[in-house]
């Protein structure tokens, strides 16, 4: 079965970092850009980092620019999501994507595969 899998998340205060890990199972994410998302109660959803096949190029969203950083790990087929003086606002449920294309974009749309979501709830 092809699946993607997020975990890290969790409860964290103001200021705190957390790493989210993207892990694909069933098929080879070497293969694939990827995306990291988000979604918070109310709100669209919203592209956070995107990064490239090989990871060469790495792209973010303004919201996250300077605190959070993507990276992969294609011998252990995981993605990560390093995210450090977190901010209420980055309180969502955090998707990571993958896309069967040497580049990936902060949109939505053109992903081949979704993970289930891990909650990140920022708060003190």
């Known amino acids: 079965q092809l699946q993607l899998v997020e975990s890290g998340g969790g409860l964290v205060q103001p200021g705190g970092s957390l790493r989210l890990s993207c892990a694909a199972s069933?098929?080879?994410?070497?293969?694939?850009?990827i995306g990291w998302f988000r979604q918070a109660p109310g709100k669209e959803r919203e592209g956070v980092s995107c990064i490239s096949m090989s990871g060469g190029t790495t792209n973010y969203a303004d919201s996250v620019k300077g605190r959070f950083t993507i990276s992969r790990d294609n011998a252990k087929n995981t993605v990560y999501l390093q995210m450090n003086s977190l901010k209420p606002e980055d309180t969502a449920v955090y998707y990571c994507?993958?896309?069967?294309?040497?580049?990936?974009?902060?949109?939505?749309?053109?992903?081949?595969?979704w993970g289930q979501g891990t909650q990140v709830t920022v708060s003190s």
């Open positions: 069933g098929f080879t994410l070497g293969y694939y850009a």
């Open positions: 994507a993958a896309k069967h294309a040497y580049y990936s974009r902060l949109e939505a749309t053109g992903y081949d595969y």
